[in-house]
T-cell receptor, first 113, second 114 residues
């Protein structure tokens, strides 16, 4: 089945710097790749997603890139702010037409003021 | 527009008991899925429902079950609770089935088994 690897597990950056989180997936049939932000005591919040027919997507300070050949995708956060501190999860959807997501292990991002 | 609503938010149960968790999807959403989140195993898919039918099931024992009602609301049940069932149970909804439907999560139900 699908396996998603996420790196790094922890990331600490200075406020205003950029943060990059990387994920690789194993199932070439996966076609949908969302990113979620989870704050303490809350459920995962969708921050951006990308579909397999797109190589890059940007939403203000957040961007995601997808390399289908290499089977990896990355989250880029620019001009980081203290409120960006949270755990970030990548996920892949391996079954066509299904709502099943396979998640990475998560990255704890800390923004230092 | 209200998000995915889960009840109860917190509960404590004793080993051997059973528990039922409820989920109301975003208005108009017809697909509901459930996930278990633990520190050790991360986020794991439990099952997915659409039009009151289970479409996919994760690798969990038969003690974990669910259902969906005609109004798209969903419940999941865990019978004969074990200590290892302590987790955050998350419900998610999407508008429809089909590749790439955006999936939104609720705040979760925190289950502690003692």
């Amino acid at each position: 089945g699908e396996n998603v690897e996420q790196h790094p597990s922890t990331l600490s950056v200075q406020e205003g710097d950029s943060a990059v989180i990387k994920c690789t997936y194993s199932d070439s049939a996966s076609n949908y790749f969302p990113w979620y932000k989870q704050e303490l005591g809350k459920g995962p919040q969708l921050i951006i997603d990308i579909r397999s027919n797109v190589g890059e997507k940007k939403d203000q300070r957040i961007a995601v890139t997808l390399n289908k050949t290499a089977k990896h995708f990355s989250l880029h956060i620019t001009e980081t702010q203290p409120e960006d501190s949270a755990v970030y999860f990548c996920a892949a959807s391996p079954i066509q037409g299904a709502q099943k997501l396979v998640f990475g292990q998560g990255t704890r991002l800390t923004i230092n003021p | 527009k209200a998000g995915v609503t889960q009840t109860p938010r917190y509960l404590i149960k004793t080993r051997g008991q059973q528990v039922t968790l409820s989920c109301s999807p975003i208005s108009g959403h017809r697909s509901v899925s459930w996930y278990q989140q633990t520190p050790g195993q991360g986020l794991q898919f439990l099952f997915e429902y659409f039009s009151e039918t289970q479409r996919n099931k994760g690798n969990f024992p038969g003690r974990f079950s669910g259902r969906q009602f005609s109004n798209s609301r969903s419940e999941m049940n865990v019978s004969t609770l074990e200590l290892g069932d302590s987790a955050l149970y998350l419900c998610a909804s999407s508008l429809n089935v089909g590749s790439g439907n955006t999936i939104y999560f609720g705040e979760g139900s925190w289950l502690t088994v003692v």
